[in-house]
């Protein structure tokens, strides 16, 4: 099996009046880094990028460098509307010194075949780094497929792995087994936590998965296990991520759940999200303390 790796993609932490907290994500980000996961991804989907203004986009990445670089792996989420505007923000990253950038393609006009590769030609090529490309059909509308990846790896160096977001694995096997043979490098990761072991046994190399923003040293344990081949405390563990995975159905979106059980947690930030994100009520939160009390039950298990 190849080394695992689980990188969490963070939850951006804001004050409550909406402004960006530097010490809170400062927080956040020690938080993580103690719990020993494999490194984190600012700006992703769970981390509001869509919501950020790009004054709000280049202090975290500011912060985040400086902060959190050279303690651990340190990737940026740059996907933009535009060829452009990815470019320039991917570049500016880079600059400052991050291990590489994911790319999350246009979303709402569902783009070709033709255009989807077209848009990912344009980027690869004007991107001065490692660029990871992030597949999200849900929020897109459309498929990153395995054909489109594998064309575009014969033709950019810089294209280093793939997050594939989807709610079955078949895809991830399907994108592993198209490119491994000509690629064995290429580092495939899976968006949903409770897959990481199975991305890992079909011959990927992990996750990125929300879920680490609450329980980090879980999650790092886990890859211990599975690195390690030991399947007793493998599938422990994944009953114990079988159970939180709860925390995605609390509400209607997710994102405002996880940075309320990352406060619940004990870590020092607001859950304030930005609008129109709607904070968890109490009816919500008493759900979620629930499942983290299952959780935390079963942890001690171990």
């Keep these: 099996m190849k080394k695992a790796s689980y990188f969490t993609p963070v939850v951006?932490?804001?004050?409550?009046?909406?402004?960006?907290?530097?010490?809170?994500?400062?927080?956040?980000?020690?938080?993580?880094?103690?719990?020993?996961?494999?490194?984190?991804?600012?700006?992703?989907?769970?981390?509001e990028f869509f919501a950020l203004t790009g004054e709000e986009k280049r202090r975290l990445i500011d912060e985040a460098a400086s902060w959190a670089g050279g303690r651990t792996k340190i990737y940026i989420g740059t996907g933009c509307m535009t060829v452009e505007e990815t470019v320039e923000?991917?570049?500016?990253?880079?600059?400052?010194?991050?291990?590489?950038?994911?790319?999350?393609?246009?979303?709402?006009f569902s783009l070709s075949p033709e255009s989807i590769e077209y848009?990912?030609?344009?980027?690869?090529?004007?991107?001065?780094?490692?660029?990871?490309?992030?597949?999200?059909p849900e929020r897109t509308g459309y498929d990153l497929t395995p054909e489109i990846t594998l064309s575009l790896l014969r033709k950019h160096k810089n294209i280093k792995g793939y997050k594939d977001t989807l709610g079955v694995m078949a895809h991830t096997r399907k994108l592993i087994r198209t490119v491994s043979g000509e690629f064995p490098e290429f580092v495939v990761l899976s968006g949903f936590d409770e897959f990481f072991a199975h991305n890992v046994l079909s011959g990927g190399n992990g996750c990125i998965?929300?879920?680490?923003?609450?329980y980090p040293e879980l999650f790092a344990r886990w890859v211990k296990a599975v690195?390690?081949?030991?399947m007793q405390a493998a599938s422990?563990?994944?009953?114990?991520?079988?159970?939180?995975?709860?925390?995605?159905?609390?509400?209607?979106?997710?994102?405002?759940?996880?940075?309320?059980?990352?406060?619940?947690?004990?870590?020092?930030?607001?859950?304030?999200?930005?609008?129109?994100?709607?904070?968890?009520?109490?009816?919500?939160?008493?759900?979620?303390?629930?499942?983290?009390?299952?959780?935390?039950?079963?942890?001690?298990?171990?």
């Design 89 to 108: 923000l991917s570049n500016y990253a880079l600059l400052k010194g991050v291990d590489g950038v994911m790319v999350i393609s246009p979303y709402y």
């Design 236 to 302: 422990r563990i994944q009953q114990i991520v079988d159970r939180a995975m709860a925390i995605y159905d609390v509400a209607h979106a997710f994102v405002p759940v996880i940075k309320a059980a990352v406060k619940m947690r004990g870590v020092a930030i607001e859950d304030t999200c930005k609008k129109p994100f709607i904070s968890p009520g109490e009816q919500e939160r008493e759900e979620i303390r629930r499942i983290m009390n299952d959780v935390e039950l079963m942890m001690k298990e171990l």
């Design 12 to 47: 951006t932490a804001f004050d409550e009046e909406g402004r960006l907290d530097i010490q809170g994500n400062r927080n956040l980000w020690d938080h993580l880094i103690q719990g020993g996961v494999s490194g984190l991804v600012i700006m992703g989907s769970i981390g």
């Design 209 to 214: 998965g929300g879920l680490s923003n609450i």
């Design 119 to 136: 848009y990912y030609d344009q980027v690869a090529s004007a991107v001065n780094g490692d660029l990871f490309l992030y597949n999200f």
């Design 227 to 230: 690195d390690e081949e030991d």
